[in-house]
């Protein structure tokens, strides 16, 4: 079956300080790779997202690489800011068969101070 | 604005009592998504709708319930017999031929 793991939190960084959540996946054939953000007491919103191996999606500064050689998609950010502040989930989408659905890591709170 | 509603924000229930939570999309999406999340933990999916008057269960369906009368609404209900209902519910969508899910705002489920 399909899975996802991502690093476990909580992360806390200083403002400007590079970020790096890892993302590993476990999936048949070739899953479409997401990663959405949580802002608190909000639903999610998709941050970016990639449909093939090497692709990189971005977004607000936010980079991730879909690697399918180490089963990996990790997300990075240069400099946050304490906006920023939230929590960052990593989900592959697998339409084999008639399952089309999401399957979600457990999620990683990031907290940014100033 | 294009988006999916939900209501109310924060439910209060008495054990025992069933509860339907509301879930309404204007973006003419096909098929539709509930979750639950609770904390420390990812989303785990409740049930799913690709068609209107066809619905399947996802991990979680016990103890839950949905309709799918009309294309934009998508309504969960929350039975009795559901052990632990306090979390935080998500309903999604996503267009057919598209593999990105959008993410209404959540109702917060808490029973007394």
């Known amino acids: 079956g399909n899975s996802v793991t991502q690093m476990e939190g909580p992360v806390t960084l200083s403002e400007e300080a590079f970020l790096t959540i890892n993302c590993t996946y476990t999936a048949t054939g070739y899953p479409s790779l997401f990663w959405y953000v949580q802002y608190p007491g909000e639903g999610l919103q998709l941050l970016l997202k990639a449909t093939k191996a090497d692709d990189k999606g971005s977004n607000k500064g936010f980079e991730a690489t879909y690697r399918k050689e180490t089963t990996s998609f990790h997300l990075e950010k240069g400099s946050v800011q304490v906006s920023d502040s939230a929590v960052y989930f990593c989900?592959?989408?697998?339409?084999?068969?008639?399952?089309?659905?999401?399957?979600f890591g457990k999620g990683t709170l990031l907290t940014v101070n100033p | 604005d294009g988006g999916i509603t939900q209501s109310p924000k924060y439910l209060f229930r008495k054990e025992g009592q069933n509860v339907t939570l509301s879930c309404e999309q204007n973006l003419n999406h096909d098929a539709m998504y509930w979750y639950r999340q609770d904390p420390g933990q990812g989303l785990r999916l409740i049930y799913y709708?690709?068609?209107?008057?066809?619905?399947q269960k996802g991990d979680i369906a016990e103890g839950y319930s949905v309709s799918r009368e009309k294309k934009e609404s998508f309504p969960l209900t929350v039975t009795s017999a559901q052990k632990n209902p306090t979390a935080f519910y998500l309903c999604?969508?996503?267009?057919?031929?598209?593999?990105?899910?959008?993410f209404g705002p959540g109702t917060r489920l808490t029973v007394l």
């Open positions: 709708s690709q068609i209107v008057n066809d619905f």
């Open positions: 999604a969508s996503r267009g057919l031929l598209s593999n990105e899910q959008f």
């Open positions: 989900a592959l989408y697998n339409s084999g068969g008639s399952n089309y659905k999401l399957t």
